[in-house]
């Protein structure tokens, strides 16, 4: 009997594994909101690492995270460390392209919890008086992120924080615009 236990257990073992290996191992989480802004207002506030407390969800979530910034204070090659709490975990993100007013890319590096490289990017795209911004990340799926996947949905879990930070990023951009508008008419 407990050899016919100890069987099924590894079964059960071996099909997870299988059914994990067979499990892609990157991907790519996007989200698109309008923003009411021009382009130059949307693109500032995210180029300049400086203004990211005011809109990014994760900012939020631990308000007491360590945060320093190295290199120039916006555009690449500005860089961006936090150490947070568990909801934030710690890392660094740099920007590694930054096309004024259409894209910005940034590489991820993930410490805490989970190890891990990923690609950011912010896509721009005027649409009238407002802007069309596209959040994205991508990267690759260790195996035990694999399984992890299965039981819980990463674009779900990530991309509703995309989408807390587009509407944020949208609030933040409108009273900027406020700003800009009232100091030219003065």
């Not at 079964?11 to 989200?31: G, Y």
């Not at 407390?53 to 190295?70: G, L, R």
């Not at 879990?157 to 989408?163: A, K, L, N, P, T």
């Amino acid at each position: 009997m407990l050899i016919k236990i100890l069987i099924a257990i590894a079964t059960v073992i071996v099909v997870f594994a299988i059914i994990v290996a067979m499990r892609p191992s990157e991907f790519r989480i996007t989200r698109t909101a309008a923003i009411s802004a021009v382009p130059a207002v949307v693109f500032e506030q995210v180029n300049d690492l400086h203004k990211w407390e005011a809109w990014s969800p994760w900012a939020k979530m631990d308000p007491t995270a360590k945060i320093s910034f190295e290199g120039p204070p916006a555009g690449t090659g500005a860089g961006y460390d936090w150490v947070g709490n568990s909801k934030v975990g710690e890392g660094h993100m740099t920007i590694t392209e930054s096309r004024p007013v259409s894209l910005i890319r940034f590489r991820l590096d993930f410490r805490k919890p989970f190890a891990g490289t990923n690609t950011a990017e912010f896509a721009f795209k005027p649409e009238g008086s407002q802007t069309v911004v596209t959040w994205s990340m991508t990267g690759k799926y260790n195996f035990i992120m694999k399984a992890m996947g299965i039981f819980m949905s990463c674009d779900k879990m990530i991309g509703s924080h995309f989408e807390k930070g587009l509407a944020d990023l949208n609030t933040v951009a409108k009273a900027a615009s406020k700003e800009t508008a009232a100091t030219v008419t003065k």
